[in-house]
């Protein structure tokens, strides 16, 4: 297996609501990331975990959450989100290596109304 | 800091004609420099890194350091190249440039 998995696909939600974003891989990497990607845009880092660990926070508003349960796992709550927070969400992991390619989800296409 | 910087938003070539992506990069350092591919509706995808010095679907990239570039090429334009193209430097993290988007028209 050599996929990133994200689910959902889409999510609409409003400003009060809570939810979460799932990410799944099954190739014994130990680094996973979160990126945000706005329409035409490059993906832009969130979050790094690295065995399990956070390790990078890019100064991300504490709506959202980063979660890792384990090394195939990683989640992403939501809480109180804002309109211009709608946007493509990417999971990726790798090996721990600089130089060790990224392998991409099909992300979540988030819609806040 | 790290930067990549790609300088022109979208390329648009005939069928069969040569391409070039232009990307710069400013790193203190030995960089290792990635292309990523977003083709319509799909994943984005790692189509070559410098240090494997290989071709994927016919492009190339070469790094030259002296110019601080990582241009990516293609000999002959193929209409399935079309896609959007992330030239991106690896420090702890992955540093995306603003990307160029391809338009092969037949």
């Known amino acids: 297996d050599t996929e990133v998995t994200q689910t959902p696909k889409h999510l609409v939600m409003g400003m009060t609501n809570k939810k979460s974003l799932k990410c799944e891989q099954h190739m014994g990497h130990r680094a996973m990331y979160w990126y945000k990607q706005k329409a035409k845009k490059p993906p832009e880092l969130m979050f790094v975990y690295s065995y399990e660990k956070l390790s990078i926070n890019e100064s991300v508003p504490s709506r959202f959450s980063p979660e890792c349960p384990n090394s195939s796992l990683l989640n992403l709550h939501l809480h109180a989100l804002q309109p211009e927070d709608s946007a493509l969400y990417l999971c990726?992991?790798?090996?721990?290596?600089?130089?060790?390619?990224?392998?991409f989800g099909s992300g979540t296409q988030l819609s806040v109304l | 800091a790290q930067r990549v910087t790609q300088p022109e938003k979208l390329l648009s070539v005939f069928k069969g004609a040569p391409v070039e992506l232009k990307c710069n990069y400013s790193?203190?350092?030995?960089?290792?420099l990635f292309w990523y591919v977003q083709y319509s509706r799909q994943r984005l995808q790692l189509l070559l890194r410098h240090i494997s010095r290989e071709s994927i679907k016919g492009f190339t990239a070469d790094l030259n350091k002296g110019e601080t570039s990582f241009h990516l090429k293609k000999p002959f334009a193929q209409e399935e190249d079309s896609a959007m193209y992330y030239c991106a430097l690896m420090d702890s993290t992955l540093t995306f440039g603003k990307g160029t988007m391809l338009l092969v028209s037949p």
């Open positions: 790193y203190s350092g030995s960089p290792e």
């Open positions: 990726a992991s790798s090996n721990r290596a600089a130089n060790e390619k990224l392998f």
